[in-house]
Each structure stands twice: as structure tokens, then as C-alpha cells.
T-cell receptor, first 111, second 113 residues
Framework: AQTVTQSQPEMSVQEAETVTLSCTYD???????LFWYKQPPSRQMILVIR??????QNATENRFSVNFQKAAKSFSLKISDSQLGDAAMYFC????????FGAGTILRVKS | EAQVTQNPRYLITVTGKKLTVTCSQN?????MSWYRQDPGLGLRQIYY???????DKGDVPEGYKVSRKEKRNFPLILESPSPNQTSLYFC????????????FGPGTRLTVT
């Protein structure tokens, strides 16, 4: 069964600085998709960024980028120029017919 | 506005009292699913539906039922709720299963005493 591991239960970052959230996954599939979701205190699940496994180029969305290492089964999220509004729970998720989530990382942003 | 709605948003009930959480989407999506979120476990899929009258179990289906009689609606039924079903529940929909982005509802906080 596919599993997703987020080894950092909590992270802190100073406003305007950069932070990287880690995610590893286990799969025997070669074709799959990876996602990062943000869950602010409102509890709404918001898609941050998506990566197709067949693409070698790392996905980027404004201040958010990923480091996708397929051989290592690693999918980290980098947030640049952190803002107070980035404070949230972040979930890494894997999809190959079914969406499987990691346990989440709470990100705190200090002003 | 494209959205997924869930009702109720909050519910406190007692063990054994049947309840239904409704989910509706207005995007004509084929794929719908239910998740529960628990601390330290992330979100886990309960049931999913690929289309009308087609449903299948996810990772944690015990104690839950679903139906998909119409494309837009996908209610979650707890026939005899127990305290271990206290959780935060999310409904989600997407155009199809797979790579398509899943749109999540606002969540339903359920407490079973």
C-alpha cells in the first residue's frame, strides 16, 4: 500500500524567510501525482501545488516550489518570502487512483 | 460560484443515533469522495464514487454508508455512530478520479458522545 510520511510535525519560520517542508512516499507505481495542500485555521483544504511524476521539472507556483526526487521518493515544499498568511497545516498527498495523505506539518510564521 | 457544500458544519450526537451528513457539488463532477481527518493521521478516505450508482470503499469504511443517486449529491450515513467516529469529515469532488484537482467542502465537525 502507498504511504506518505511527513517527518516534521511542526516547523517555524521568520516572516520573509524561506522554509522547506519534507515529504517522502512509498510506492511501486511509476505513474502518479503528488500534491501539497494547505489547511489554514478555517479548515478549508486548499491546493498549493501539484507535480506529475513523469515530469522531471519541478513545479512552481509563485512563492511555492517543490523539489521532486523521484528515485529517492521525496517531494519537499519550499516556501519563499514567508508571509503571516502562510501559517497553516500543510499536507503532502500522493495519488495513483486514490489520494493518500501524510499526517501533516504545522507551519508557524513569526513576525 | 463553483463549490462543494456540506451540512451540517457542526454536529454533536449520542451513540447509536443515526445521522446523515449531506454533500453537494455544483460543478457536474463525476468523482466524489469522503475523508475523515484525525490528529496525527492526516486525511483518510472513507468511500468514493466514480459516478452515479457507483461507489466503493476507501481505507476506513467500517461504520459508514454512502449513496450516489444523483450526480451532485453524495451523503455520508452513520447508521449507529460510536465515539471513535468523532472526527472532522470532508467531502471532495473532482472532474474524474486521478490527476484532476479535488475540490473540498468546508468540513463537518462531528462529536459522538
Amino acid at each position: 500500500a502507498q504511504t506518505v510520511t511527513q517527518s516534521q510535525p511542526e516547523m517555524s519560520v521568520q516572516e520573509a524567510e524561506t522554509v522547506t517542508l519534507s515529504c517522502t512516499y512509498d510506492t511501486s507505481e511509476s505513474d502518479y501525482y503528488l500534491f501539497w495542500y494547505k489547511q489554514p485555521p478555517s479548515r478549508q483544504m486548499i491546493l498549493v501545488i501539484r507535480q506529475e511524476a513523469y515530469k522531471q521539472q519541478n513545479a512552481t507556483e509563485n512563492r511555492f516550489s517543490v523539489n521532486f526526487q523521484k528515485a529517492a521518493k521525496s517531494f519537499s515544499l519550499k516556501i519563499s518570502d514567508s508571509q503571516l498568511g502562510d501559517a497553516a497545516m500543510y499536507f503532502c498527498a500522493y495519488e495513483s487512483g486514490k489520494l493518500v495523505f501524510g499526517a501533516g506539518t504545522i507551519l508557524r510564521v513569526k513576525s | 460560484e463553483a463549490q462543494v457544500t456540506q451540512n451540517p458544519r457542526y454536529l454533536i450526537t449520542v451513540t447509536g443515533k443515526k445521522l446523515t451528513v449531506t454533500c453537494s457539488q455544483n460543478m457536474n463532477h463525476e468523482y466524489m469522495s469522503w475523508y475523515r481527518q484525525d490528529p496525527g493521521l492526516g486525511l483518510r478516505q472513507i468511500y468514493y464514487s466514480m459516478n452515479v450508482e457507483v461507489t466503493d470503499k476507501g481505507d476506513v469504511p467500517e461504520g459508514y454508508k454512502v449513496s450516489r443517486k444523483e450526480k451532485r449529491n453524495f451523503p455520508l450515513i452513520l447508521e449507529s455512530p460510536s465515539p471513535n467516529q468523532t472526527s472532522l469529515y470532508f467531502c471532495a469532488s473532482s472532474y474524474r478520479g486521478g490527476n484532476y484537482e479535488q475540490y473540498f467542502g468546508p468540513g463537518t465537525r462531528l462529536t459522538v458522545t
